[in-house]
Nanobody, 114 residues
Framework: VQLQASGGGLVQPGGTLRLSCAAS????????MGWYRQAPGNQRELVAS???????NYVDSVKGRFAISGDIAKNTVYLQMNSLKPEDTAVYYC?????????WGQGTQVTVSS
């Protein structure tokens, strides 16, 4: 399983970004996919996840601002990030899970700064 994350960058507070995680093969084979982030000095934390039947989950700090979705035809999971805040600055990673197997993509840097 290969996961290719993209879409990070530098954005001003209040701005938007959309991260993409392209998987090698059908994403429906995964039990769940998710986006994690890690800021300097912090532990990696789950930001948002989506299961194969479409259930989503978000960390409290991004609820109402971020949205995770999947495009089965493109084997891609997205993280739409709106109303970005400086505290959202981190390296964002996507992850796919098949039962007890976890696969990580490379990180993509998101920097929110004026």
């Amino acid at each position: 399983v290969q996961l290719q994350a993209s879409g990070g960058g530098l954005v001003q507070p209040g701005g938007t970004l959309r991260l993409s995680c392209a998987a090698s093969g059908n994403i429906l084979r995964f039990n769940a996919m998710g986006w994690y982030r890690q800021a300097p000095g912090n532990q990696r934390e789950l930001v948002a996840s989506i299961t194969g039947d479409g259930n989503t989950n978000y960390v409290d700090s991004v609820k109402g601002r971020f949205a995770i979705s999947g495009d089965i035809a493109k084997n891609t999971v997205y993280l739409q990030m709106n109303s970005l805040k400086p505290e959202d600055t981190a390296v964002y990673y996507c992850k796919a899970q098949i039962y007890n197997l976890h696969y990580w993509g490379q990180g993509t840097q998101v920097t929110v700064s004026s």
